[in-house]
């Protein structure tokens, strides 16, 4: 069985930029989850879908990061413009319910120059 | 808030030595604890869970026991190899319908041969 799979895993992009970074959860999975890590700090939550409905985005930093899930399958989270403290690592989880064991992906360096 | 804390590394040990990595949270309710380990170029991946106080779990010759009077979740092994070399996150789930992660900032451990 395939795990989560993130795309890009790298991103290097300037500042204004728009940056569209992409999550295949594990068939099955109606619940995702996205991270974020920013250097030296902790993984920080962003938001939960279950299915296509956004569960819970409290911690969505602003309105310059939107996160879709069409289809309640594979979710993109968009970027625009980027800032430089957007840089980190972006991390995407999947599991079967809410209670579940959450599956990570190897996740998206995203560098704001 | 709900937060977790955890050791600062780098951790480096000799193999066969014994590992502690320290972690305590602090959280309203009853949360779920656990521990994420993140080798090189992977996603992270689920180590070992505890759901109630005085729970241990264990792993891959991981324990951690969950200590409600004193907010801990320590994790010990009586003897690492080189191939546990990773990035070991501390994390909590406070549930009751708010199930995202809440990690510590992660400790990098290195055991050299």
């Known amino acids: 069985e395939a795990g989560v799979t993130q795309f890009p895993s790298h991103s290097v992009i300037e500042k204004g930029q728009t940056v569209t970074l992409r999550c295949d959860p594990i068939?099955?999975?109606?619940?995702l989850y996205w991270y974020r890590r920013v250097m030296g700090k902790e993984i920080k939550f962003l938001l939960h879908f279950v299915k296509e409905s956004k569960q819970d985005e409290s911690g969505m930093p602003n309105n310059r990061f939107l996160a879709e899930r069409t289809g309640g399958t594979y979710s993109t989270l968009k970027v625009q413009p980027a800032e430089l403290e957007d840089s980190g690592v972006y991390f995407c989880?999947?599991?079967?319910?809410?209670?579940?064991?959450?599956?990570f992906g190897p996740g998206t360096r995203l560098t704001v120059l | 808030g709900d937060s977790v804390t955890q050791m600062e590394g780098p951790v480096t040990l000799s193999e066969e030595a014994f590992l502690t990595i320290n972690c305590t949270y602090t959280a309203t309710g009853y949360p779920s604890l656990f521990w994420y380990v993140q080798y090189p170029g992977e996603g992270l991946q689920l180590l070992l869970k505890?759901?109630?106080?005085?729970d241990k779990g264990s792993n891959k010759g991981f324990e951690a026991t969950y200590r409600k009077e004193t907010t801990s979740f320590h994790l010990e092994k009586g003897s690492v190899q080189v191939s546990d070399s990773a990035v070991y996150f501390c994390?909590?789930?406070?549930?009751?319908?708010?199930?995202?992660?809440?990690f510590g900032k992660g400790t990098k451990l290195s055991v050299i041969p």
């Open positions: 068939s099955g999975h109606d619940n």
């Open positions: 994390a909590l789930s406070a549930g009751a319908g708010s199930y995202q992660l809440t």
């Open positions: 505890a759901t109630k106080a005085d």
């Open positions: 989880a999947s599991s079967p319910g809410p209670r579940g064991e959450q599956f």
